[in-house]
């Protein structure tokens, strides 16, 4: 499971760039129930996407020819200027060099070797996210990356982490998931799938998806698609699992939605 309080190479943050912050509110308040929060006049239309008072995500308007709307993990990192170092030397690319995020943190924003866009978060005041693994918050990530076994060699020099792996419930294979080093099982977080394995996602490259917890896939997958949202894999049970549907919002960021997940089982 997600833990929280967060340790180093744990989620500890997710925002949301899009083109149109209003329609993103609407959207994501219907599918989620959540509100949003301003960061403040200083902030630049950053703010906190909050349940019931705690922050889930954030999001900030990106102009569209600054780059398509997208969901951004951020991993937490002792020292951001050290993990720029560690992915530079492993051949990833640094998008943007850290900064202090006022006195909530330092943050930096990267690509892996393959492509796919993370983030380090170096907390501050700003711990992380308040509430995971609940409905309406973040519960699991996944990688879709063409190379596995070379991404998660890249990501252990980054973040330390560690691999378990699991047989999938309809005998198709394995599935490897991911923990903090030294956090154990019980702190797995994400797992990773080949690209060649889903022909729809390798359309679109290399990505991180985050996965939020709902009391009803179904309905929440209804509501997406009421909302202008996108389904692009209906509602699907896995075996001890749970059900689940990959979506994305109206203006494109790829999501996906989970009903009865404990990753810890």
Known sequence: MLTA????????????????????????????????????????????????????????????EQGPSNWNVYFQTPDADATVKAVEQHGGTVVFEPMDVFDQGRMAIFLDPAGAGFAGWEPGRNKGLDLVDDPGALCWLEL?????????????????????????????????????????????????????????????????LPYFAVTDCDAAVATAQELGGEIRMAPLDLEGIGRFANLADPAGARFAVMQGFRPAD
């Open 144 to 208: 879709y990356t063409p190379e596995p076994d070379s991404a998660l060699e890249y990501y252990r020099h980054i973040f330390g982490w560690e691999t378990s792996s699991m047989p999938m419930p309809d005998g198709s294979g394995t599935y490897t998931m991911i923990n903090p080093g030294g956090a154990g099982h019980d702190a797995t977080f994400a797992g990773v799938v080949p690209l060649s394995a889903d022909p729809l996602e390798a359309s679109g490259g290399p990505y991180w």
């Open 5 to 64: 309080p967060y340790v180093t190479g744990s989620p500890n943050w997710i925002d949301l760039g899009t083109p149109d912050i209003e329609a993103a509110k609407a959207f994501y308040g219907g599918v989620f129930g959540w509100t949003f929060r301003s960061a403040g006049p200083e902030a630049g239309g950053y703010g906190m996407f909050e349940l019931d008072g705690r922050t889930v995500a954030a999001a900030m308007t990106v102009p569209p």
